[in-house]
């Protein structure tokens, strides 16, 4: 196949990119780098079956030839980067996903587009299931990628009711592994450098909000069973242990070696103080759960973010042209 994957210089795109080279599939990266990196994917650059593109994906969307299917990663991800780029995280979720939605129709391509837990808001019901119409403030903060997501998801259904375009929807909850970025302010990084760094680690409210833990290899695996299935509906895809942050906060201190000490501050505006997702879906459509353990994998990305720390501002740097 020929896949188009947008944000495909991003943490879970570049590993997208990897996993469909892997499966010896013809792959054109597009992503404006915004928050995505070149680095994620500069391994890949000589790949005889890779090609990148640095573009902007609310602007006129064009790739030469066939596609088959068009993979639609392209957002900023993080709280810290949707608050910092709101209006790009709407047009992204409206204009990116109406451009890319053109050129699956133009192609007669499939789309599998990247939804998320934040669908769900501050949820009243738990664990997560895909019936779940959510709770979301939409004119709070983090309402410019809430909403952005679910108009998106209405705007793909759209175009599958009415055009006929092939569609994939996951929703992805909390995933981690190599590649985050160390200042994207999530949770594993945030815990994991300031442990590192010997500082307290930053909790928010009282530690209590839980959050599931999937990591990336596995949420890759349910994203590739999900475009290979028929299923249409939207597919949650994530890890269902839960735990509370404290815990978290205490999980990464002991791999560490160092003493689990906690700055409490005080709760962002609508945060979420439960997310576990219901998987009965992915299991039963497309034989999907996660398989790798939690503390097993933080080590790896433990490791991850011991090499960032290592380099030199100048080293292991590629220029995108």
Not at 22 to 45: F, R, S
Not at 145 to 150: G, I, L, S, T, V
Not at 231 to 254: C, D, Q, S
Request: with cysteine; glycine share 8%.
């Amino acid at each position: 196949m020929h896949v188009v994957i947008t944000g495909g210089a991003g943490f879970i795109g570049s590993h997208l990119c990897e996993h469909f080279l892997a499966e010896n599939h013809k792959v054109t990266c597009i992503d404006n780098l915004l928050t995505g990196n070149i680095n994620n994917i500069a391994h890949l650059l000589d790949h005889p079956h890779f090609y990148f593109k640095k573009y902007d994906v609310t602007d006129y969307l064009h790739v030469a030839g066939d596609v088959d299917w068009i993979l639609h990663f392209a957002s900023p991800a993080s709280p810290i980067d949707y608050l910092e780029f709101p209006i790009q995280t709407l047009k992204v979720g409206a204009l990116g996903t109406h451009k890319v939605l053109g050129l699956a129709r133009a192609k007669k391509a499939g789309l599998l587009m990247a939804s998320t837990s934040e669908v769900y808001g501050d949820p009243l019901v738990h664990p997560q299931t895909e019936e779940y119409w959510g709770n979301v403030n939409p004119v709070g903060p983090r309402g410019v990628y809430d909403e952005a997501k679910r108009f998106a998801e209405a705007m793909a259904y759209a175009y599958h009711r009415y055009h006929g375009i092939d569609v994939r929807i996951v929703r992805i909850f909390n995933t981690y592994g190599p590649r985050m970025r160390a200042d994207d302010g999530r949770v594993v990084p945030s815990f994991i450098n300031q442990a590192l760094e010997g500082k307290p680690l930053t909790v928010f409210g009282d530690g209590q909000q839980t959050r599931s833990f999937c990591y990336v290899s596995d949420l890759v695996a349910g994203i590739y069973a999900l475009l290979l299935s028929k299923e249409t509906r939207p597919v949650n895809i994530g890890n269902p242990k839960e735990m509370t942050i404290l815990e978290f906060a205490k999980t990464v201190a002991k791999i560490i070696g160092v003493e689990c000490r906690v700055e409490n501050q005080p709760l962002p505006e609508d945060d979420p103080h439960v997310r576990q997702p219901d998987i009965s879906r992915a299991k039963e459509c497309l034989g999907w759960e996660p398989t790798v353990d939690l503390q097993e994998c933080l080590v790896h990305v433990i490791e991850y973010f011991k090499s960032l720390k290592q380099q030199t501002p100048e080293s292991g740097t590629v220029t995108a042209s």
